[in-house]
């Protein structure tokens, strides 16, 4: 069964201390993943695609990085203004079928 | 500015009763989604629109129905027969269609039962 997992389910970091988000995936016939950003009560931002292990993508003081199983969302120094929900969602081609699947998110927050 | 509109921001709906949720883009985008959001679950897609005039079931469609007479507005309605309607619903678009190129989101609209 296609499946998309993110971890840690939620994540306080202080301001400034980097990390990471970990998004895993088992698909058949990947074609593209990306990661948005939603804050509470709004919808989600796009923010990367990733399409072939290896390929990184970067934006402000994040970064995005892409394995055959699994992507990670770097976050370098962060500020509390990074504090949001990251969403991370795969698009794959099962049986002649495209479909996106969405993980539960990583909920993020940044104290000063 | 360009974008997605989603009305109301908040919804309450008695037992029995069919309630219309709006989306409105002017993006010029062809493609148009309906998600459900529910705490602890991922996005769930209820229906998808490529074009005016057609539009296909998603993964939950049961106790929802569309319509997509123009080529901007994609409203959802929550028919009595949805069971479990309180979520936070999110309307999408994109240039191409499903499922391929980023979503553009709205804001959302918060669905309650009384």
């Known amino acids: 069964e296609d499946q998309v997992t993110q971890s840690p389910e939620a994540l306080r970091l202080q301001e400034g201390e980097s990390s990471s988000l970990n998004c895993s995936y088992t698909v058949s016939g990947l074609r593209g993943l990306f990661w948005y950003r939603q804050d509470p009560g709004k919808g989600p931002e796009f923010l990367f695609t990733?399409?072939?292990a290896g390929e990184e993508k970067e934006k402000e003081r994040l970064k995005a990085t892409l394995t055959k199983k699994e992507s990670f969302l770097h976050i370098t120094a962060p500020k509390p203004e990074d504090s949001a929900t990251y969403l991370c969602?795969?698009?794959?081609?099962?049986?002649?079928?495209?479909?996106?699947?969405f993980g539960t998110g990583t909920r993020l927050q940044v104290f000063p | 500015d360009g974008g997605i509109t989603q009305s109301p921001k908040y919804l309450f709906r008695k037992e029995g009763q069919n309630v219309t949720l709006s989306c409105e883009q002017n993006l010029n985008h062809d493609a148009m989604y309906w998600y459900r959001q529910d705490p602890g679950q991922g996005l769930r897609l209820i229906y998808y629109s490529q074009i005016v005039n057609d539009f296909q079931k998603g993964d939950i469609a049961e106790g929802y129905s569309v319509s997509r007479e123009k080529k901007e507005s994609f409203p959802l309605t929550v028919t009595s027969a949805q069971k479990n309607p309180t979520a936070f619903y999110l309307c999408a678009s994109s240039i191409g269609g499903f499922p391929n190129e980023k979503l553009f989101f709205g804001s959302g609209t918060q669905l309650s039962v009384l």
């Open positions: 990733l399409y072939s």
């Open positions: 969602a795969v698009q794959a081609n099962s049986g002649n079928t495209d479909k996106l699947i």
